[in-house]
């Protein structure tokens, strides 16, 4: 079932385009090997109806960074892909909107080795509600720890958020569906608690906020920093220090972060009940949504306005 809702223009390669000319060539070279970078970023429109960009500098600061792990020569700076960023949203007239930037390596050459092939760079957006279902952000989601691990800081480096990387959370994420959850976690190779198949994580336990620290081999998350800062608002206490499966059963609460699942409460694990969204999700949910409906002005620098 397309989840995709169409609408007017895509930015491709520096202009506007009709969604539907949004094309590739079947022999994109990122097609077949994966060799692709992108982000996932949100535009926000408040009850009074302000809209605003969540953070885009750093996602293109991060869309950088992996390009350049990935050797692509992103030929577009990072205030470029901010202004056409704008320009899409305003184009389209989307006032609360997902908004998907990917550079990948298209057509010219079909070995392993990418020298040669055109990049492409393309920002599409469209309306995407809750990620992980209607209720998702007020009830919670269960999940499963998977079987898949997640890929090995050496396989694939997971500052770069390539599309190649998916793969793994593809396996995972389906198996988690086949079993009756809404989302996968991944262990890393050692057995510690990594990550979602798209989002980064959270337990609290006495008050105390805990997530994986990178080094764990996750995503190094906007939303997940975000949520750092502003627990160190609301005084809560934070570490960055790795967690066990166990440490997730026995949490007094647990949350998943991400541009697409925002702040998901998560109710069991592995059918452990964790319960409903505790205090500390909750405060930190409401702090999250008023920084992002520019309610918290001491954040406005993490906002880009959209006409
Ligand atoms: C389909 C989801 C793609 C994308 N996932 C983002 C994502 C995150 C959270 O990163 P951030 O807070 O910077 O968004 C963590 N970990 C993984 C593997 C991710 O794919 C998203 O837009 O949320």
Not at 152 to 160: C, D, G, L, Q
Not at 233 to 241: G, N, Q, S, V, Y
Request: net charge negative.
């Amino acid at each position: 079932m397309a989840d995709i809702i169409e609408v007017d223009y895509i930015w491709k390669n520096g202009e506007l385009v009709p969604w539907a000319d949004a094309t590739t060539h079947v022999l994109s070279h990122s097609l077949h090997y994966g060799s692709g970078v992108f982000e996932g970023i949100r535009c926000y429109k408040s009850p009074e109806g302000k809209s605003n960009v969540f953070r885009l500098r750093d996602h293109m600061e991060r869309l950088h960074r992996s390009a350049k792990i990935a050797c692509i020569d992103l030929p577009y700076t990072v205030d470029e892909l901010c202004d056409a960023t704008v320009e899409l949203i305003e184009a389209n007239n989307l006032p609360a909107c997902y908004i998907r930037p990917i550079v990948y390596r298209g057509y010219g050459v079909m070995g392993v080795d990418p020298t040669g092939a055109k990049v492409e760079v393309v920002i599409a957006a469209w309306p995407w509600d809750s990620y992980l279902g209607e209720d998702a952000l007020e009830n919670g989601v269960s999940v499963g720890v998977s079987s898949w691990r997640q890929r090995s800081i050496n396989a694939i480096p997971p500052a770069v958020k390539s599309t190649a990387s998916y793969m793994n959370s593809i396996l995972a994420k389906l198996e988690a569906k086949e079993h009756g959850y809404a989302e996968a976690i991944m262990l890393n190779e050692a057995g510690l608690v990594c990550e979602g198949t798209g989002e980064n994580l959270f337990v609290v336990r006495d008050g105390v906020l805990s997530t994986p620290p990178t080094s764990d081999g996750l995503l190094e998350g906007i939303t997940r920093d975000s949520v750092l800062c502003l627990a160190d608002d609301l005084e809560i206490p934070a570490l960055e220090e790795s967690l066990t499966r166990s440490d997730l059963y026995i949490a007094d609460e647990v949350f998943m972060t991400g541009s697409a699942a925002e702040l998901t409460p998560i109710g069991s694990v592995d059918g452990r009940a964790i319960g409903k969204p505790g205090p500390v999700t909750r405060a930190l949910q409401d702090r999250f949504f008023d920084v992002v409906y520019g309610k918290v002005e001491e954040y406005a620098e993490w906002l880009t306005p959209v006409t």
